[in-house]
């Protein structure tokens, strides 16, 4: 403590977004932000910068509500061929989950669902598959009106 200011050593000494760069690259599985925040003053702009290059991923943990930034390996870089992509965008999936319970069976997988099952089910009980809307209700005149001493709310029930 130093007239009336507390001081704090950041855990890293880093210069800027290169040192930066190479302290996330040692840590492959990941670092916390919360680690490199107070490292240099500019820590928050050199991670984002470093994102938009494509060099970190920044992944926020929804859990825990922190933000862990891993290492982008240059070498990893895998470059797909268009053809396989258009393979890939060219594949018609069936749009009824009973078509793909049925493909699944027929490769002898088992699906996770049973949707004819379940649609027999809510047949039999008269369940229908999309809920009715709700209808609206509006404001009469023999509504109680709770904010009365707001009149130009009301206006529209005079007329």
Same mark, same amino acid.
């Given at each position: 403590?130093?007239?009336?200011?507390?001081l704090?050593?950041?855990?890293? #000494?880093?210069?800027? *977004?290169?040192?930066?760069?190479?302290?996330?690259?040692k840590?492959?599985e990941g670092?916390?932000? %919360?680690? %490199?925040?107070d490292?240099?003053?500019?820590?928050?702009?050199?991670?984002?910068?470093?994102k938009?290059?494509?060099?970190?991923?920044?992944?926020s943990?929804?859990?825990?509500?922190?933000? =862990?930034v891993?290492?982008? #390996?240059?070498?990893?870089?895998? *470059?797909?061929?268009?053809? /396989?992509k258009?393979l890939?965008r060219?594949i018609?999936?069936?749009?009824?989950m %009973?078509? =793909?319970?049925?493909? /699944?069976?027929?490769?002898?997988?088992?699906?996770?669902?049973?949707?004819?099952?379940r649609r027999?089910?809510?047949?039999v +009980?008269? =369940?229908t598959? *999309?809920?009715?809307p709700?209808? *609206?209700?509006?404001?009469t005149?023999?509504?109680k009106?709770?904010?009365? +001493?707001?009149?130009?709310?009301f206006? +529209? /029930?005079?007329?």
């Open positions: 403590m130093m007239g009336g200011v507390s704090t050593r950041s855990k890293y #000494d880093l210069k800027g *977004k290169d040192q930066l760069l190479s302290l996330i690259r840590y492959p670092l916390q932000v %919360v680690e %490199v925040k490292s240099y003053t500019s820590d928050l702009e050199g991670l984002q910068a470093l938009a290059a494509g060099q970190v991923w920044l992944l943990n929804m859990d825990s509500q922190e933000d =862990i891993y290492p982008n #390996d240059p070498k990893v870089m895998i *470059k797909v061929d268009d053809d /396989l258009q890939f060219g018609e999936l069936p749009r009824d %009973v078509d =793909i319970e049925k493909e /699944l069976q027929k490769n002898g997988m088992k699906p996770a669902t049973n949707t004819a099952r027999a089910m809510a047949q +009980h008269g =369940i598959s *999309k809920p009715k709700k209808k *609206k209700r509006e404001i005149k023999r509504t009106l709770t904010n009365a +001493h707001l009149p130009e709310l206006q +529209h /029930l005079n007329t």
